[in-house]
Nanobody, 123 residues
Framework: QVQLVESGGGLVQAGGSLRLSCTVS????????MAWFRQPPGKERELVAA???????YYPDSVKGRFTISRDNTKNTVYLQMNSLKPEDTAIYSC?????????????????WGQGTQVTVSS
């Protein structure tokens, strides 16, 4: 049974930073393409970062240059480093995993999901 557990969310002022963690249990994180999605209040869920099984990354323009996805194989954990945070980054952030080589932007491609963690950016 594969489980994803996020941590690291919280309240931060605009311009600040947070690092989210997603720990994978049940199988090595190297077996998956990983991603972080977010769902702002009243809006649809959107991809903010994706990491292929071979280490390639993808970011939408809205977070490019501010967010970084990375993986620590020894800790079976994926991170999302978020810098220069803006109030519009406020959302529930969830990590997701797929056994495809690269899950891409389509949330339907991801088989496993964490429970989500709240990120609130105050102005």
């Amino acid at each position: 049974q594969v489980q994803l557990v996020e941590s690291g969310g919280g309240l931060v002022q605009a311009g600040g930073s947070l690092r989210l963690s997603c720990t994978v249990s049940g199988r090595t994180v190297m077996s998956y393409s990983m991603a972080w999605f977010r769902q702002p209040p009243g809006k649809e869920r959107e991809l903010v970062a994706a990491l292929s099984r071979t280490g390639g990354t993808y970011y939408p323009d809205s977070v490019k240059g501010r967010f970084t996805i990375s993986r620590d194989n020894t800790k079976n954990t994926v991170y999302l480093q978020m810098n220069s945070l803006k109030p519009e980054d406020t959302a529930i952030y969830s990590c997701a995993a797929t056994t495809w080589w690269f899950g891409g932007t389509d949330e339907g491609q991801y088989e496993y999901w964490g429970q989500g963690t709240q990120v609130t950016v105050s102005s």
